[in-house]
């Protein structure tokens, strides 16, 4: 069971760039979403998503 909590945990770690551009309302969440699963294993990939997910081009907020 302990391998299950290490399992799930890492697999949330490496979506966090998914998660930080869908919570922030990000354009281009799917493009991220790709970017983070094809290319995510590579250390620059998951920087990159990370980086992208993190820069200022989300949808307005709406009144």
Do not use: C, D, Q
Request: glycine letters at 10%.
């Amino acid at each position: 069971m302990e391998s299950f909590g290490v399992l799930l945990g890492v697999v949330l770690l490496y979506f966090i760039p998914l998660f930080v551009a869908v919570v922030r309302g990000h354009r281009n969440a799917t493009a991220i979403a790709a970017l983070n699963l094809l290319l995510g294993w590579t250390v620059l990939g998951w920087i990159g998503s990370l980086v992208w997910s993190l820069t200022a081009n989300t949808e307005p907020a709406t009144k």
